[in-house]
């Protein structure tokens, strides 16, 4: 059963602000998450179809970061000013992510890391970032088949 979640403001102590695990056809909307320890928003492990709407995860060690899930989809959303990634995509497939802006993380604005394949990245700004905007890292395997565009 689809849910849906608007309004969620996390200032947060614990390690993940907002953590979704082995959770399908969620939509949420106008999440904030400042000053996590660890991830402002993560979509993890067997979370798929999912659809996040105007996030704001910045200031913490990871803005956004989705492990082994498919078919999400982010939108209109900010990840700056994170210690490590502003988005972080590891073994993770047809992510469709629309007007995102990642600029002054620590290292990478977006990262996509291991056989991560077959996602879009359209109309974003990756600016400012330390290291560099993009990375994509071979870890069992290269992310492939990816289209970023605007």
Known sequence: MPSTTQSIPCTSSS?????????????????????SPDAGVSVSTNSNFNTLIRVNAS?????IT???GYNNTLIDSTANYNTLYGLLISYANNWNI?????????????????????????????????YCGINLSYSNGFPSYNTLYN
């Open 15 to 35: 390690s993940i602000a907002v953590y979704i695990y082995g959770s399908d056809n969620n939509i949420l909307t106008n999440l904030t998450s400042v000053f």
């Open 59 to 63: 200031y913490n060690s990871y803005g």
């Open 66 to 68: 989705t492990t082994a």
């Open 98 to 130: 629309t007007n995102l802006t990642a600029s002054h993380n620590k290292m990478y604005g977006i990262f996509l890391r291991g056989p991560s394949q077959y996602s879009i990245i359209n109309n974003s700004r990756i600016e400012n970032n330390t």
